[in-house]
């Protein structure tokens, strides 16, 4: 038996705890390039409170795995096919994923905007797949950002779908940060709101998350009755106004259920 104060002991418990940090501070990279879109080296260690070497060491490795890739206009890095690779093993996001797909395309086609499928991934929606419609303004790519459950069509649509007690604790953790002006941060407003959109079956923001930008979103459930995704068409404000648009509410209704269906559920 090994005495208790062997120096190689020592050595290999300094190394597993070294790994461990290292796998620590890489998955808190990923967070950071999820949340943020893009950020650079610097952005990253001053973030995470290390030296830029290490940062940029970490990276490196994630890079390497194809986990992250560098943006080559911007020289930023940003979450690579890696993870879209790591993701597509998750049977459940896979599936709705396909299911979706076409009935993503044909209302992006139907609505000329842009429509997204978002799921709750710990305290965010992440966005997992997209469709563009031809009256799109931009060409930002939302698959794989997180945004914030309270701020947005997609987040409040889960968010109404939780207990009371699932909500009160992501809420608690996360807090209601203003995104913009027209953001509710206000716990008893945001609770009444979520009534309503239990109740309706829909969800609409006005530049709560980004000005400009107003988007609706509706649920896709399971074979069980559980919510377990939400599709959401999103455009300019100027233009973009679901409640006064003829029909869109009850299609993306209606495109919500075709999915659900797909995924085995049956209305009661």
């Given at each position: 038996m090994a005495a208790r104060n062997d120096p190689d002991m020592d050595k290999d418990a300094d190394a597993q705890a070294g790994g461990v940090q290292s796998?620590?501070?890489a998955l808190q990279i990923l967070e950071i390039l999820a949340r943020e879109g893009d950020a650079g080296v610097s952005e990253i260690a001053e973030e995470m409170g290390i030296h830029k070497s290490t940062a940029s060491r970490l990276v490196g490795s994630l890079v390497g795995r194809e986990l992250v890739r560098q943006n080559s206009e911007r020289g930023k890095y940003q979450?690579?096919?890696g993870i879209l690779r790591l993701a597509s093993s998750i049977p459940g996001r896979l599936s709705v994923v396909h299911e979706a797909r076409d009935?993503?395309?044909s209302l992006a086609a139907s609505y000329k905007e842009t429509v997204n499928l978002a799921v709750l991934r710990s305290n965010?929606?992440?966005n997992v797949d997209q469709a563009m419609g031809p009256s799109t303004l931009a060409t930002y790519d939302w698959v794989g950002s997180l945004t914030?459950?309270?701020a947005t069509s997609s987040g409040k649509v889960l968010l109404a779908a939780l207990t009371a007690d699932e909500r009160d604790a992501i809420l608690r953790r996360m807090g209601l940060p203003a995104r913009t002006p027209r953001t509710i941060t206000n716990r008893s407003e945001l609770e009444k709101q979520l009534l309503e959109v239990a109740h309706s079956g829909y969800a609409v923001v006005h530049e709560e998350f980004e000005i400009g930008l107003t988007a609706v979103a509706v649920p896709i459930y399971n074979h069980l009755g559980n919510v377990i995704a939400a599709v959401s068409i999103s455009g300019p404000?100027?233009?973009f106004t679901p409640e006064e648009q003829p029909g869109l509410i009850d299609g993306l209704r209606d495109?919500?259920?075709?999915?659900?269906?797909k995924m085995g559920y049956r209305r009661r």
């Open positions: 796998v620590d501070r979450l690579g096919f009935v993503l395309e965010f929606a992440v914030p459950l309270h404000a100027f233009r495109a919500g259920l075709t999915i659900s269906t």
